[in-house]
């Protein structure tokens, strides 16, 4: 009697557990999906919101048009340069056999390591009037070539479109390289038994079936390039980032800032939304080995010239830049690498592990609400809570400084009623608001490899663990986990890069006193000092090498 009145409570107690806890996961997925759009919507808002004083109608007459003119020819000439970089160095390198080619397979994503705003500065540095190279020029015999002016200016549209393309296109590469290795020998066989060229076949049949792989590549691309502050801060070229900034720092107006910012998440959607359209075309089949044997095989000059193309490609976008900044590093670590330096550094990894745990952490959890409870609503709000890394950090510092100021100033209102508090500051003034912004930009880069990892583990195992009386604090702790150590390792890793290489968010949400190896670089690069911001740079540089390193061993495609 006493069995079978235990076996009803048994029961309900587990009936009671399964319906409480996907609602404990769903309002956890609930919570971080409404802590990536707060940002969001409170930048927006501004957007049907009068600013203080004239200064947004000053910006509205005398600066909008230019920052649109100049956003619209940014954002059509880097997709022009990342798209023909990318898609024509995937194609030789998936496809065609030449010296090198496996080298280059890997080698070619090492820009990838490369902040962009690094780049640019050791552009100028090395083109500049004052440069080495066309200083070399003026003292030997082309130096008419220069007099005549045809020494292009570094300092242009040009110049910031070139760094961009040159930092950018591995993200094209990188997918159209997995396009064309998966579909690219079946299209070109099937074109050429229509009767078709290899020529004819790649811009009628292989370029088309990868269109949607290259569309996504591009559209990631023209995302990073609208959220690029430094580049455009080193360049002097005015987009809306520069002025996001120069609004709240310059001018110190908040409220102009957050309108400048709304106008920039129009941009941002229509490219998430592109590139949302371009994945649902997006299906993968593989060919096997026999792809490697259908390469095609070029003739002495064909491969020459590709290996040239390849390793040119390689030698300005990487090898001459970090080469530059070995140089100019040994000659000012002498006198840089002081205590003050070692600070940067120590605030760089600091913040950066903090928020690489934070992150990995949120998408851990966050994954694992969708496995406990599959379905419609859970993927939506995944998809919600990762759409942060498709905003500009100088948005996300701006959305978010808003609401915890207000907060800010209602616990201090409250905090003076009842309790005399005399501050000024509670929650400005810490890391609050810095770490909730690399949340929320980069919890996609924790999430993706995670997530991964979760669908390779079978609900077999779930089962098995169940039927061995683990309960679901056990199963992710002792049976997810251990299998989740390689996706946990790759999400902290990228968390951990990006954070570090992050500029704007850093620059404008940090608190007094807590510069880092970015800051740096942007205050020796405002001021011309080349040479002093190369031993930070390189220490970013080194640091990017280890997302490099996990996409060539993993295979893995890189989205941030």
């Not at 259908?294 to 390689?314: D, F, H, K, N």
């Not at 940090?510 to 740096?520: E, I, Q, S």
Request: aromatic fraction near 10%.
């Amino acid at each position: 009697m006493s069995d079978n009145s235990a076996t009803p409570t048994t029961n309900a107690s587990a009936l009671t557990a399964s319906i409480r806890l996907p609602g404990v996961w769903m309002m956890f997925a609930l919570a971080v999906a409404a802590l990536v759009l707060v940002p969001v919507a409170v930048t927006f808002s501004a957007f049907f919101s009068r600013s203080e004083g004239d200064v947004l109608a000053h910006m509205a007459e005398f600066v909008l048009p230019e920052l649109l003119v100049n956003t619209l020819w940014l954002l059509l000439g880097v997709g022009v340069g990342v798209s023909v970089l990318g898609v024509t160095l995937a194609w030789l390198v998936a496809m065609c056999e030449f010296p090198g080619r496996r080298l280059f397979d890997w080698a070619l994503l090492l820009p990838l390591a490369l902040p962009a705003y690094v780049t640019a500065f050791v552009a100028i540095g090395l083109l500049d009037y004052t440069g080495p190279l066309q200083s070399w020029l003026r003292e030997t015999w082309l130096r008419d070539i220069l007099l005549l002016g045809g020494m292009p200016e570094i300092r242009s549209r040009g110049g910031v479109i070139l760094v961009m393309s040159l930092a950018l296109y591995p993200y094209v590469y990188l997918i159209a390289k997995n396009a064309f290795a998966t579909q690219g020998a079946i299209a070109l066989e099937a074109a050429q038994s229509l009767g078709l060229s290899r020529t004819q076949g790649f811009f009628r049949v292989a370029l088309p079936m990868a269109r949607p792989w290259i569309a996504a590549g591009l559209m990631l691309a023209l995302m990073e390039t609208l959220a690029d502050f430094g580049t455009m801060a080193i360049f002097n070229y005015d987009t809306f980032t520069t002025a996001i900034y120069k609004a709240w720092y310059s001018l110190f107006s908040l409220p102009a800032a957050a309108q400048l910012a709304s106008i920039l998440i129009l941009f941002v959607l229509v490219a998430v939304v592109f590139e949302q359209r371009s994945r649902i075309q997006m299906r993968y089949g593989a060919v096997g080995r026999s792809a490697a044997s259908r390469r095609i095989r070029l003739t002495p000059l064909q491969a020459g010239l590709a290996t040239l193309y390849a390793a040119s490609v390689l030698a300005l976008a990487f090898i001459i830049p970090v080469t530059q900044l070995a140089l100019w590093t040994s000659d000012v670590i002498a006198t840089d690498l002081d205590s003050r330096y070692w600070g940067f550094a120590w605030h760089s990894v600091l913040l950066a592990g903090i928020g690489a745990l934070l992150v990995t952490g949120v998408a851990l959890l966050l994954a694992y609400a969708g496995r406990r409870r599959p379905g419609p609503a859970i993927m939506w709000l995944q998809r919600l809570a990762t759409i942060g890394y498709a905003f500009p950090g100088a948005v996300l510092a701006v959305g978010l400084f808003i609401p915890v100021a207000w907060l800010d100033n209602w616990l201090i209102d409250t905090g003076r009623a009842w309790f005399g508090f005399d501050g000024s500051e509670i929650l400005k003034g810490t890391l609050l608001v810095m770490l909730l912004a690399y949340l929320v930009r980069f919890l996609a880069v924790g999430f993706g490899p995670i997530d991964s990892g979760l669908q390779r583990i079978t609900r077999n195992v779930d089962e098995a663990a169940r039927n061995l009386g683990t309960g679901s604090a056990g199963l992710l702790a002792r049976v997810h986990l251990p299998m989740l150590r390689a996706s946990l390792l790759t999400a902290a890793a990228l968390a951990f890069v990006d954070i570090m290489k992050e500029m704007p968010i850093t620059l404008m949400t940090r608190p007094f006193g807590w510069d880092t190896l970015a800051v740096r670089i942007f205050e020796m690069t405002s001021e011309g000092e080349w040479e002093r911001a190369a031993l930070p740079s390189l220490a970013l540089v080194i640091a990017g090498i280890i997302p490099v390193i996990l996409l060539t061993r993993r295979g893995a495609q890189y989205h941030g």
